[in-house]
């Protein structure tokens, strides 16, 4: 199990233990985080279930590439230099404590 940690727009956090393995747009939708939509199922081709990842956390996910990358652009919410999918972040011990901000 990993903790996650999502803050939401006006400040508070929803945490949970998620499986290894699970992909965090599915592990948003299991903890009812709002704000992550996960349109596409988790195929990379909606940018929906976009996240900023806390400063705190970026070494821990690295940054988005390839496909990613260019669906980074397609976000409702500006993309920053912390955007990612989290459809594309896998829970396991290399996320321990990550935490993810819902954009606005
Ligand atoms: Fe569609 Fe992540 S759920 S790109």
Avoid: F
Avoid at 6 to 31: E, F, P
Avoid at 74 to 97: K, M, Y
């Amino acid at each position: 199990m990993t903790k996650i940690t999502w803050v939401l727009k006006d400040g508070s956090r929803i945490s949970a233990d998620v499986a290894d393995g699970t992909n965090l747009m599915a592990a948003a939708a299991s903890a009812n985080v709002p704000g992550i939509i996960g349109e596409c199922g988790g195929c990379l081709s909606c940018a929906t279930c976009h996240v900023y990842v806390d400063e705190g956390s970026l070494a821990m996910t690295g940054t988005a590439d390839g496909t990613e990358d260019a669906m980074l652009d397609a976000t409702d919410a500006p993309r920053q230099d912390n955007s990612r999918l989290s459809c594309q972040l896998i829970a396991g011990p290399a996320l321990e404590g990550l935490v993810l901000h819902v954009p606005a």
